[in-house]
């Protein structure tokens, strides 16, 4: 301390480090506990820096993700100058030394769960450097509320928050910005599980409370795309298997009644199962997901072929319609068409089956018709489907 004595009036003096320190810290003008311009007319800047080292879960049922980060803050308090004391560029600050320098009382306004690091040691680093402006980084581990749109789930692209924000100090003393360079920064080996992430964006979530005042918030914005390929697999490709197999039971004959009846049941309770796993991870929302239409038409179409077949069965037992003759003139061309010989003619009125383009729709006849049509039928319907729901969900964003 004898070595300078005279420091603060202005005289330079090259010291040690930890001198240095003992003159910074102990000097009786410093108060950790007081913000650097509390006693001026202007707010502290607080730039802000956050690199993402993983995002590790993202949860559609919690509406939260977890992140594990580094905390990097900078701003400039001028009581700690070291111009005129040393010639260092820096000084690394231990842990133990934090508590007595001021530090922003910074928060994320949208977390559920925190955690500090302190595997071996706290994770926290510290820089001071001569013009008084202070490095300080955390590492930490968030668990953020992120509030998704789900209408176009699982091909949807959720857009997920950061909000960084001081808990006590209004804009009177503290303001937050971004850093200039990077201030979202990623680790390179930054993978995730049923994401892309496309990429981020920055926002000023700053708020004023009628009670408390202004508060300064920083915001970014992660940009999330779900991978399909997954539901592609698990939900996509089972459920058009299903509707395939439920059009098995039009290639069968009208008569094989064991067969289909199986055959349709057994895909209407599948596609019901399916339905029911594909969103029991989903929370109850009140609006309709993309999910929800494809389910939804994958049951009404297996659906659609087992009513098929119990038309077509009452269709097949259905007797053909008599046609009733006054005339034997009348009587005789449709009698020969028939196979009666003239011997049979008579003046009384008599019965004939009907002998018209709609004989076909009647009997197995017209049983076995409606199944050829249906074996084109059901599968353009199920393509056009096709066509407009990767269209209104999938196309549309990209």
Known sequence: ??????????????????DVLQVLLNNSSYNP????????DHATIVDVQIYVLSIDTVSEQSMDYS??????????????????????????IDFKLMSLIWVPDTFFRNEKKGQFHDVTVPNRLMHLYRN?????????????????????????????????????????NIIYRWIAHKPIDYNEELQLSQYTLLTHTLDNCTKTYKETGSFSCVQANFILARDVGYYIIQVYVPSV????????????????????????????????TQSSGARASLPRVSYVKAIDVWMA??????FASLLEFAYINV???RRVPYRCFSSPDSFDNTT??????????????????????????????????????????????????????????YFVDM
Not at 249 to 272: C, H, K, N, Q, Y
Not at 297 to 302: G, N, Q, T, Y
Request: aromatic share 14%; with cysteine.
């Open 132 to 172: 008084g402006t202070i490095y300080y980084s955390m590492r930490l581990s968030v668990l953020l509320s992120c509030h998704m749109k789900l209408q176009k789930y699982p091909l949807d692209i959720q857009k997920c928050p950061i909000k960084i924000a001081s808990y006590g100090y209004t804009m009177e």
């Open 1 to 18: 301390m004898a070595l300078c004595q005279d420091v603060l009036n202005g005289d330079f003096c090259l010291a040690k480090r930890q």
């Open 297 to 302: 038409a994958c049951l009404f179409f297996v």
């Open 315 to 317: 269709l097949a037992r």
């Open 67 to 92: 992140m594990n980060i580094y905390l990097r803050q900078r701003w400039i308090d001028p009581r700690l100058q070291f111009v005129n004391l040393s010639k260092a560029l820096w000084l690394e």
């Open 33 to 40: 506990r007081i913000s650097p311009d509390y006693e001026q």
């Open 241 to 272: 298997l299903i509707v395939i197999l439920s059009w098995v039971s039009f290639w069968l004959d009208v008569e094989a009644i064991p067969a289909r009846i199986s055959l349709g049941v057994l895909t209407v309770l599948t596609m019901t």
């Open 336 to 393: 020969e068409n028939n196979g009666i010989t003239d011997s049979e003619k008579g003046d009384k009125p008599k019965l004939a089956r009907k002998d018209s383009k709609g004989l076909h729709l009647y009997g197995k006849q017209g049983a076995r018709y409606i199944d050829r049509i249906s074996r084109y039928l059901f599968p353009l319907a199920f393509i056009i489907f096709n066509l407009g729901y990767w269209l209104v969900y």
